[in-house]
């Protein structure tokens, strides 16, 4: 595997389940992000992840908690979510420099619809 | 916080004619400005960059312009092919000391016409 890869590619999941998103890079990065990416919209920022701290939390709600167990390994746990939050949800990740982080690469993403 | 404007929503051009999108940021210290194309079922795929140190780059037959004054910069496509069909992205972002999130415009859907 290169690059940056999501599982599931597709979820469909009643509001009442809980669900896991999961984002692996092969890189060899030290920064991960999630982005929201919905229909009309531009994508949003939901959190950034810095060797494994979380150093960014865009007014996400508590329905999605994030969890980066390692630079390589980013899920995003999914708990009674609302329609409105069907969306393609998008891992990326760059290299943290103390000077800055620019180049950030996408995986495929995953399509959530929740019914 | 920084807002990035795209334009347009839709390009469509002739097969080997040119293509230009527009985007304009508002946070003069913003620094960075990647430009990203997605193609349909896939994640965004970065395609060329800009640093606020520098006025242009090129890449072949893309090159991206930046007006720092004027707080916008450009995606330029030449000799544009079917495969440019896709939906390009400009971003902005202040990068310094640390990870940063990308601030995205809506995005343009290019039409490559034979």
């Known amino acids: 595997e290169t690059g940056v890869t999501q599982t599931p590619r597709h979820l469909v999941m009643g509001m009442t389940n809980k669900k896991s998103l999961k984002c692996e890079q092969h890189?060899?990065?030290?920064?991960m992000y999630w982005y929201k990416q919905s229909a009309k919209k531009p994508l949003e920022l939901m959190f950034v992840?810095?060797?494994?701290?979380?150093?960014e939390n865009n007014s996400v709600p508590s329905r999605f908690s994030p969890e980066c167990p390692n630079s390589s390994h980013l899920f995003l746990h999914l708990h009674t979510l609302q329609p409105e939050d069907s969306a393609l949800y998008l891992c990326a990740s760059s290299q943290d420099y103390s000077g800055g982080s620019y180049e950030q690469y996408f995986g495929p993403g995953t399509r959530l619809t929740v019914t | 916080g920084e807002n990035v404007e795209q334009h347009p929503s839709t390009l469509s051009v002739q097969e080997g004619d040119s293509a230009v999108i527009k985007c304009t940021y508002s946070d003069s210290a913003s620094n960075y400005f990647p430009w990203y194309k997605q193609e349909l079922g896939k994640g965004p795929q970065l395609i060329i960059d800009?640093?606020?140190?520098?006025g242009e780059k090129k890449d072949q037959r893309i090159a991206v312009t930046l007006n720092k004054t004027a707080k916008h910069f450009s995606l330029h496509i030449t000799e544009t092919q079917p495969e440019d069909s896709a939906v390009y992205f400009c971003?902005?972002?202040?990068?310094?000391?640390?990870?940063?999130?990308?601030?995205f415009g809506k995005g343009t859907h290019l039409i490559i016409q034979p």
């Open positions: 800009i640093r606020s140190n520098v």
């Open positions: 971003a902005a972002i202040l990068s310094g000391g640390g990870a940063d999130g990308l601030t």
């Open positions: 890189l060899g990065h030290n920064a």
């Open positions: 992840y810095s060797l494994e701290e979380r150093v």
